[in-house]
Every structure is written in C-alpha cells, then in structure tokens.
C-alpha cells in the first residue's frame, strides 16, 4: 500500500515537469527494482484501465446515439462526448511524458 502511494506521490510530481524525465538509472527501491520502471509500469497498468473505460463510454455513446431518432443532440450525449475527449486527452498526455 505504501508503495502505491509513492507511486501516486511520483507521477504527481513527474507530471509537473516539462518534457521527459531525466534518466535516473541509479535511483532504485528497497526491493532493488529501479524506480523509473515501476513508475512506467503503474503509468502503463493506469492507461489500460483508463482505455476500458475510454471504451465502455464510447460504446455507451454510440448505442444513445443509434437508439436516437432525433437530429438534435441530447445534452447528455454531449457532456459524455466531453467526458470520453477529456479521458482520451489524459491517456495521451500520459504516454508522451516518457
């Protein structure tokens, strides 16, 4: 649990830097694993999870709108397009900082 906070705690702070993160080769845990790794690791396992749900909202969009017959967009069809761009921005925000 202490671990995933550090996590949390290092993607935070890495998110506030411009442009990629400087190599850190020689920074390693206490269980020997070199930190930058694990920080990749839990970025990849957040955008995976971050990508289903970017799915079930635009599987979700799609079948309002098909089941749809009028030409004017219901406001909740567009704050969920909203929802899905801002989601769909933060996991390619996420894989450009490395």
Same mark, same amino acid.
């Given at each position: 649990?202490? @671990? *995933?906070? *550090?996590?949390?705690?290092?993607?935070?702070?890495?998110?506030?830097?411009?442009?990629?993160?400087?190599?850190?080769?020689?920074?390693?845990?206490?269980?020997?694993?070199?930190?930058?790794?694990?920080?990749?690791?839990?970025?990849?396992?957040?955008?995976? *999870?971050? *990508?289903?749900?970017?799915?079930?909202?635009?599987?979700?969009?799609?079948?309002?709108?098909?089941?749809?017959?009028?030409?004017?967009?219901? @406001?909740? @069809?567009?704050?969920?397009?909203?929802?899905?761009?801002?989601?769909?921005?933060?996991?390619?925000?996420?894989?450009?900082?490395?």
């Amino acid at each position: 649990m202490r @671990l *995933a906070a *550090a996590f949390l705690v290092l993607v935070a702070i890495g998110s506030t830097q411009r442009g990629p993160a400087p190599e850190r080769e020689g920074m390693r845990l206490p269980s020997g694993k070199s930190q930058r790794q694990e920080i990749l690791k839990a970025d990849h396992e957040k955008s995976r *999870a971050e *990508a289903g749900e970017l799915l079930r909202l635009a599987q979700e969009l799609k079948g309002e709108l098909d089941d749809s017959e009028h030409q004017v967009l219901n @406001l909740k @069809l567009v704050r969920k397009a909203e929802d899905i761009e801002r989601l769909a921005r933060r996991i390619k925000n996420r894989m450009r900082k490395y």
